[in-house]
């Protein structure tokens, strides 16, 4: 993805600081499962080259995701870093089909490189209502 010497740091967090982050970052009043913090953007996107931010995950609802769609805590924890990640080099889901399909294919592309089969992922790629 061309960024071999980049870093980036992922941070776990239970329900309720990911609720008050996606409150004060995202004007959401729920909890989420991933956020990703940009570092190479924006006024100071600068001050640290080859750092891209921060993932967040939040534990809880990434082992109730993997309850609920009878998958292992550490396929969802796979996905979810990978999904942060790949916002923080410029993915997007959130604003067309086009560039959701996208993401969802390098996504896909991500979990093999870690092992994970496409068979396994049917939960995250069926089309959400």
Partial sequence: ????????????????E????NRRYRQQETTTDVLAFSMSEGEFGDVVPGMLGDVVISAPTADSIGRCNNVSLSTVLDLLVVHGTLHLTGYDHEHNDKRAAEMNAKSVEMMKLLGHLESD??????PKE
């Fill in 121 to 126: 992922l049917g939960w995250f790629l069926e």
């Fill in 1 to 16: 993805m061309g960024y071999t010497d980049a870093e980036l740091s992922i941070v776990i967090v239970d329900d309720e």
């Fill in 18 to 21: 990911m609720a008050d982050l």
